[in-house]
C-alpha cells in the first residue's frame, strides 16, 4: 500500500507569550524575549536566577478545576495544547463527535515529566511518612500522563503513548505520529511534546551540571544562540501540539491546511551523556535520514530552524553538521527561536514545529536580536530582524542529553 500523506490542521501552543497560536507568533516576528527573572519561587541564591516562564498560567474551561489543582503542570499544558490544537483544527461539533476515534490517537511527551508533584512526593515521605504520599504521585510524576490524560479526555482510542528523549522529545513524537498516519494506522494524530521543569530542583541540576547562562542582570539578553558572547541556555517551558492528518481525511472533511509533514529522521550521537559530538557526526546522520525520508534533496530546503540552543559547544557543533549537509548555506535562512523562548526541552521540538509551519504558512521568519557579535564562518543567513522570504520547505532539528537526535521537515502544501 502506498504511503499517505500527511498534512498539518491544527496548532495549540502553550508558551510564555500565551496559548493563542497568532499573538505568539506575532510575539516572536516582534523580537520579543519571554526571559525574565523567576517568579515562581525564590532562586536569589542559584548562580542562574533567570528562565521564560509561563506567569499566572490559567487552564480555563479546557480541564476540570479539581484536575487542574491537582495534576502537574506539564499534564495540563498537554491537555490545554491539545484542545487548543483540535480547536485551530476547525472541528466542528458534529465533525469531532464523527471522528472514529479508534483510528485518532495522541503522541505527546515530556523530557522531565511531573517535577513539581515528584519533589511533593519526596517531601511527604521525608517528613510525614509514607502514609502521606499522595496516591496520585504516581500517575502525575510519569512522562506518559499527560497524552494518557488528553486521550481520555477526548475518547481517542488509537494510538496513545508517549516518547522521552530528553530535548528531542517533540520531534521524536511527531515523526512517530505521522508514521502512524502515513502506514493507514489512524487517521488524525494529536503530536508534539511538554514539560513544566522551572522547579527548584529542575534549575538546580542544570546548574549543577552548568549548563545554564548566568547573565541574570539583563535576562532578554541572555539566550543568544551562535553569538561569541552566550553563556549557556535559558531554561523554558510549555507544550508545542500539531494536529496531523492523512491528507485524504483532512480533505474530506474541509480542513484548512497549514503546511505538509515530509519526513523526518532520528539518530544517535553515541559519544556523551550531555555533550553532542563536536563534530556533529550523528546530527550529520540525522539531518540526512530526514532528507532521505522526506524524498527531497537538500537544496530544497529555504529555512532551518535550528536547535542552537545558546551552549558554547553545542550551537556550533550543530553548525558543523548543517554545512556538511547544506552546499549552499548562504542561500538558506537559520535561526533559533530559543533565543526568544529559552529552551522548553521535552516541550521544545513541538513548539518549534509550529514556529517552522507558521513561517511557511506566513512566509516569515522570526529575528534574533540578541546575535550581536556572530560566530565567524556560520555563512547561513541568519535574520536579526524579522523577514519575508518564499519558504516552501523548513528543516527542525532536536537533539538531547543522551546523544537523542531528531530531525523533521515540512513544506508548503501545494
Known sequence: MASKRVVVTGLGVV?????????????????????????SFDASSFPTQIAAEIKDFDAGDYLDKKQARRVDKFIAYTVVGGKKALESAGLSRSQFDSLNKQRSGVIIGSGMGGMERYVEGVTSLNEKGWRRVSPFFIPYVITNMGSGMLA????????????????????????????????????????????????????????????????NDDPTKASRPWDK??????????????????????????????????????????YHITDPK?????????????????????????????????????????????????????????????GLLGHALGAAGGIEAIVSVLSINQQKVHPMP?????????????????????INVAL?????????????LFGKYI
Do not use: W
Open 15 to 39: 508558551s510564555c507569550f500565551g496559548n493563542e497560536t497568532t499573538p505568539f507568533f506575532e510575539s516572536l516576528l516582534e523580537g520579543k524575549s519571554g526571559v525574565s527573572k523567576i517568579t
Open 152 to 215: 481520555m479526555e477526548l475518547g481517542f482510542m488509537g494510538p496513545n503513548y508517549s516518547i522521552s528523549t530528553a530535548c528531542a522529545t517533540g520531534n521524536h513524537c511527531i515523526i512517530a505520529a505521522a508514521e502512524h498516519i502515513r502506514k493507514g494506522e489512524a487517521d488524525l494524530m494529536l503530536a508534539g511534546g511538554a514539560e513544566a521543569a522551572i522547579v527548584p530542583i529542575g534549575l538546580a541540576g542544570f546548574c549543577a551540571c552548568k549548563a545554564l547562562s548566568e547573565r
Open 229 to 270: 558572547g552566550r553563556d549557556g541556555f535559558v531554561m523554558g517551558e510549555g507544550a508545542g501540539v500539531l494536529v496531523l492528518e492523512s491528507l485524504e481525511h483532512a480533505l474530506k472533511r474541509g480542513a484548512t491546511i497549514y503546511a505538509e509533514y515530509l519526513g523526518g529522521g532520528m539518530s544517535s550521537d553515541a
Open 278 to 338: 563536536p563534530d556533529g557526526q550523528g546530527v550529520q546522520i540525522c539531518i540526512k535520514a530526514a532528507l532521505d525520508n522526506a524524498k527531497i534533496n537538500e537544496s530544497q530546503v529555504d529555512y532551518i530552524n535550528a536547535h542552537g540552543t545558546s551552549t558554547p559547544v553545542g550551537d556550533m557543533a550543530e553548525v558543523s553538521a548543517l554545512k556538511k549537509v547544506f552546499k549552499n548555506p548562504q542561500k538558506i535562512i537559520m535561526n533559533s527561536t530559543k
Open 370 to 390: 540578541n546575535l550581536i557579535d556572530p560566530e565567524p564562518n556560520i555563512d547561513f543567513i541568519l535574520p536579526t530582524k524579522a523577514i519575508s522570504a518564499p
Open 396 to 408: 527542525s532539528n532536536s537533539f538531547g542529553f543522551g546523544g537523542h537526535n531528531a530531525s523533521i
